[in-house]
């Protein structure tokens, strides 16, 4: 049978695995799994489904919105959400009502969210910026960001679920003074009487290679997608695996003669007779111009460079005298065991993170879930039955 034409296959077994490992690693921190920007092009509900059903109790979100998705198709109260970056003039309402943990970067948002109060206490995160410059208050406005928030606690308004920073992830000295910052802030609010349970600051790079910033939560979402930030270590290396495996499967093939010029501009020139496979995969999926002559792909554990330019739609890659043929299927880049490239060899390849490669995954690319998913509460959502 052929191959479908593109997808991406997301094995939840090698994700709860990867969350497993993790949550060792950390223990007895709390790890949140981050899926915000639709798990990195991985997929909202199905991942944040599979990270529950694994015993995840915070989920990173980003946006209101995609906390109440998640709410609406049954991740309940007993799932945290945290939401941090919101639309000014969003109305916190339902965030508020449906317990949802908002992030807090100023007076005038923790104003607008205390506002809001109906139900329900609002809970919320209160934001430090200790260097880079995007959420959170900076230090001079933190004691009266904290000295408020005591106000509304007093008021029985608001609860103060946290206080947590983001790192620059830049030299260790750096992230050293940035984390001397926060436990500064930590020691203003003590001072203010505003207790603070939960204090978080590290992502997936600095929360594995700087225990010490660890603190009671790390927010995790490139380590548990198998996508490691360390530089030079691979996540085989760590024991992670992949979670994505982008596919295709061969379109056409094309016997062409010496000298041929192949694709616009004819930038490559057969140098020899050759056979070139046509793969319906190109720049409005996920894979950049900037892959012609870096990347190989795989067709049955062999490995094939693009040749000419990528195109909307598709790329070529010659093939040489193989038997290649129409419906094989070609693997962009998983877990390796294939012959293929991973997602970090990618991002080296090309000179970016492997995050940008798998969330700008374009639309038309199915997303495919295997694993966990076939009798766990994944499967249920992908049939779209009640949760
Ligand atoms: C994206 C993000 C994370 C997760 O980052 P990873 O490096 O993928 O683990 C954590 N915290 C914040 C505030 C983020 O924006």
Redesign the pocket.
Known sequence: MNAPLRQAVIDLDAYRANIDLVREWMDPVEVMA?V?ADS?GHGLEPVALAAVDAGIGWL?V?TVGNALRLRSIGVGDEVRLFA?QHDPDLDFRDAVDSGVDLGVSGLDELERIAAAVDQRIARVHLGVDTGLHR?GVALDAWPALARRARELVDAGLVEVVAAYT?LAETSDDEDAAAVDRYRGALQVADELGLPIPIRHAA???P?LTRPEFRFDMV?????LLGMP?APGVSASDLGLTPVMTLRGSVAKVKRVAAGTGVSYDYTFRADRETTLALIPIGYADAVPRSAQGRIAIAIDGQRYPIVGRVAMDQFLVDVGDDDVRVGDTATLFGTGEDGELTVLEWGQALDVIP?EITCRIGGRVPRVYEGHAVDGRVSAYLRGEPQ
């Open positions: 981050v915000k990195y990173g980003l941090w959420d983001h992502a997936s790079l929360a927010r995790m979402g490139s380590n930030g995050e």
